[in-house]
Every structure is written in C-alpha cells, then in structure tokens.
C-alpha cells in the first residue's frame, strides 16, 4: 500500500477507538482554498466519519439487499501528498471493498463538519448508485472512440484509449453528479448534519479545485441539495422517520 495513504479504519465494530495512523501531516505550499491546519482538518474529517460511515452503510444495505456484503462496507481513507489540488474520489480497492479518498487539501479547505459529512456522503453515493460501474461501461465506449481516433489521426493507439476514456468518464459524469449530491444530502441528514450548509461549500470554491472541476455548475448543485432537503423535511413533518433514498 501507499505509505501516503493514512487508513482511517473505519470498521464498524471498532469505531469508538477510531485513529488516525500515519506519518505527521505534511504541510508544505497549501493549495490557495487551504483554510485550515492539516491537524484541526483531519480532527474534524476524523470526527465526522465516524458518524458518516455507519449511516452510509446501513443506508447502501438497505438497497442493495442482495449484493455481496462488501458493495456497502466503505474504507476512508487520507491521500497526504500536499501538492495535490483539493480532490475527493469514490473508488474501489483491491479487496472489492468501495474506497472514499480525500486528500489533505481536500481536508484543509472543508469548514465545518456539515461540509464534510455532505462530501462523504457524495461519494458514497456515487457507490450507492452504483456509477463508478456505469462510467467504466461509457469509459469502454469512450476508449474505443478514443483508439478510433488516435488510429485515423496517426497517433499512438494506447495514448488516444487513455485519452478516450477519460473524456468519456467526462461527459458521462454531470448528471450522476447531481445524483450522489441527492444521495448525499439523505446520508448527511441521516447522519445529523445540515446538508444545505454543507453543500455552501459549491459557492466558495467555483470550481477551482479538482473535486469540482468535473462536477456541474454550483448553483446546480446547491437548487439539487436544496430541492432534496424540501423534500426530507417534507416527508419527515408528514411521519415519515427515515425517508426513503431516491435519485
Ligand atoms: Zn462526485
């Protein structure tokens, strides 16, 4: 494993005595959304994952009944290279097991726990919704286009396939976004958060970091939180307890 990456350990049984391990966070030249010590950042993302990870479990179960135990059992973990760009990313390991990663910017840029619960929440959603199995079947797509091209232009055949594949992992991504921001907003309320102030951070970063360079427009995003947040309470003031995740 790379010795950059701090696991979390996020096991259910086991999250009462959850630390972070690793080596001493780093800080050398902070990406300029930076707002926060590396160590009251990773305190915080601490904190809130403890919360955010049984909630996004029990929730992913819940729909995905009959898939193999580990679709839902979400490891967390740190990426500590400080010259990253702010990044958050849903992927899976080599166990099967779904991977969320932040990296130290990430966490040094997020201001309050809400942000951070609604970003986890995001990305678990990306698993809840199972779009990082539908992108690769695009990204196929993509990639053959991408050879296609490269071939009739005269190019290296394998650079046009990478090439193609990250375009059509590209346009194939804003709509799933603007769903994981509604499974996100469930799974931060679920968690105990305010989702709306979480998804504030949309209006501060205007896309300049790596996180949201791929992602739609801000106020896309935040109409969605919004509209899906009307819609918890919504159902919540009508009896509902636990309002179904839609997206
Ligand atoms: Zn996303």
């Known amino acids: 494993m790379n010795?950059?990456?701090?696991?979390?350990?996020?096991?259910?049984?086991l999250v009462a005595?959850?630390?972070?391990?690793g080596p001493a966070p780093v800080q050398t030249k902070?990406?300029?959304?930076?707002?926060?010590?590396?160590?009251s950042g990773l305190a915080a993302f601490n904190?809130?994952?403890?919360?955010v990870e049984p909630v996004a479990e029990r929730s992913c179960r819940a729909i995905h009944k009959n898939a193999n135990p580990k679709f839902c059992d979400f490891v967390i973990k740190v990426h500590n290279d400080p010259k990253q760009p702010a990044n958050a990313f849903q992927s899976i390991g080599k166990d099967g097991r779904p991977v969320l990663t932040f990296n130290i910017n990430m966490i040094r840029s997020i201001q309050n726990d809400n942000?951070?619960?609604?970003?986890?929440?995001?990305?678990t959603g990306h698993q809840i919704a199972t779009h990082l199995s539908k992108t690769q079947q695009n990204q196929a797509g993509g990639a053959i286009l991408g050879g296609i091209l490269a071939a009739a232009l005269g190019g290296d055949i394998q650079s046009g396939i990478d090439l193609g594949g990250m375009v059509g992992a590209r346009s194939y991504s804003k709509g799933y976004e603007l769903q994981a921001d509604r499974i996100g907003t469930y799974i931060a309320d679920?968690?105990?958060?305010?989702?709306?102030?979480?998804?504030?951070?949309f209006?501060?970063?205007k896309g300049s970091n790596a996180f949201l360079s791929t992602h739609p427009p801000s106020q896309?995003?935040?109409?969605?939180?919004?509209?899906?947040?009307?819609?918890?309470?919504?159902?919540?003031?009508?009896?509902?307890?636990?309002?179904?995740?839609?997206?």
């Not at 005595?17 to 391990?21: A, I, S």
């Not at 942000?115 to 990305?123: C, R, S, T, W, Y």
Request: proline share 7%; aromatic share 4%.
């Open 17 to 21: 005595c959850t630390e972070t391990t």
């Open 115 to 123: 942000e951070i619960a609604f970003i986890l929440g995001h990305e």
């Open 220 to 247: 896309d995003r935040i109409d969605t939180v919004n509209a899906t947040y009307t819609q918890i309470k919504a159902a919540k003031a009508k009896g509902q307890r636990t309002p179904p995740i839609t997206w």
């Open 203 to 205: 209006n501060r970063t």
């Open 190 to 201: 679920r968690a105990g958060y305010n989702p709306v102030i979480g998804a504030r951070s």
């Open 3 to 13: 010795s950059k990456i701090i696991a979390l350990m996020l096991l259910p049984l």
């Open 30 to 39: 902070p990406a300029p959304t930076v707002t926060r010590s590396a160590q």
């Open 47 to 51: 904190r809130v994952s403890r919360r």
